[in-house]
């Protein structure tokens, strides 16, 4: 079976519990037999990993997009920072299901060209309950501005 696995940085070296987490699905995926086709994204000290391609059929990379501009979104920065088109394209080239891996990679989440297919969400932690607190932290909302 095949599937497409959305994540927020590249998953190796495994040197924290996010990359740790991602790294060790694909292997235990790629070990089941599932063909993976694998989107990341790249950004700060983040480059190629060959050792991905050992295990997924096809990687991708793409840029984060990072900013002040990107502050000024209704998304979480942390979403739309990862919005790359080409990945919208590359989601497009078959109908086998996408396993989104985390909030950060949830851009495309609700886009039309992705309506009919089967799509997973894997949350890490418990992201929504930290973003609203982060958010009750900063002391401020849109309304008071």
Wanted: hydrophobic residues 35%; contains cysteine; glycine residues 6%.
């Amino acid at each position: 079976m095949k599937i497409h696995v959305v994540s927020f940085q590249v998953p190796y070296p495994t040197n924290y519990g996010g990359a740790i987490d991602v790294f060790y699905k694909l292997k235990a995926l790629h070990e089941e037999g599932y063909e993976i086709v694998r989107h990341t994204y790249m950004y700060g000290d983040c480059h190629e990993q060959p050792l991905l391609e050992q295990i997924c059929a096809k990687v991708y990379y793409y840029p984060r997009k990072t900013g002040w501009c990107k502050q000024f979104s209704t998304l979480p920065y942390i979403v739309s920072t990862r919005n790359s088109q080409q990945l919208l394209k590359d989601l497009c080239k078959d109908d086998a299901p996408i396993l989104f891996e985390g909030l950060h990679t949830c851009f495309f989440l609700g886009h039309p060209a992705l309506a009919n297919r089967k799509k997973i969400v894997r949350m890490h932690n418990v992201e929504h309950m930290y973003y609203r607190h982060l958010a009750q932290q900063a002391g401020w909302n849109w309304r008071t501005i």
